[in-house]
Nanobody, 125 residues
Framework: LQLVESGGGLVQPGGSLTLSCAASGFTLDRYSVAWFRQGPEWEREWVSCISSDGSRPYYARSVKGRLTISRDNTKNTVYLQMHNLKPKDKTVYYC???????????????????WGWGTQVNVSS
């Protein structure tokens, strides 16, 4: 099972990026998928998640209104659109998957077994 993040890069404050999380070796349609980011003390901070059927997105309060999570199970990929990026958003973003069928997705890092290697987002003028 493999998850690969992409789409990170350098963007100016107020700019946008779309991160992708592509799965290989398994199909994502039975998995909820979450995005985490590296916190200032190296913890994994939960950012957003989406249920396996795509019906329920969830967002951390710190990013709500600026991020949109979506999935395309036909492409085995989950996306995270990021708008109005701020310098505090600069860090490594990880996607994680856990087999959970239905309209629920876990929000704790220890509830996810499969992780990608991360993609770096830099926000700077």
């Amino acid at each position: 099972l493999q998850l690969v993040e992409s789409g990170g890069g350098l963007v100016q404050p107020g700019g946008s990026l779309t991160l992708s999380c592509a799965a290989s070796g398994f199909t994502l349609d039975r998995y909820s998928v979450a995005w985490f980011r590296q916190g200032p003390e190296w913890e994994r901070e939960w950012v957003s998640c989406i249920s396996s059927d795509g019906s329920r997105p969830y967002y951390a309060r710190s990013v709500k209104g600026r991020l949109t999570i979506s999935r395309d199970n036909t492409k085995n990929t989950v996306y995270l659109q990021m708008h109005n990026l701020k310098p505090k958003d600069k860090t490594v973003y990880y996607c994680a998957a856990q087999e959970v069928i239905g309209d629920y997705c876990p929000q704790g890092r220890y509830e996810y077994d499969d992780w990608g290697w991360g993609t770096q987002v830099n926000v700077s003028s």
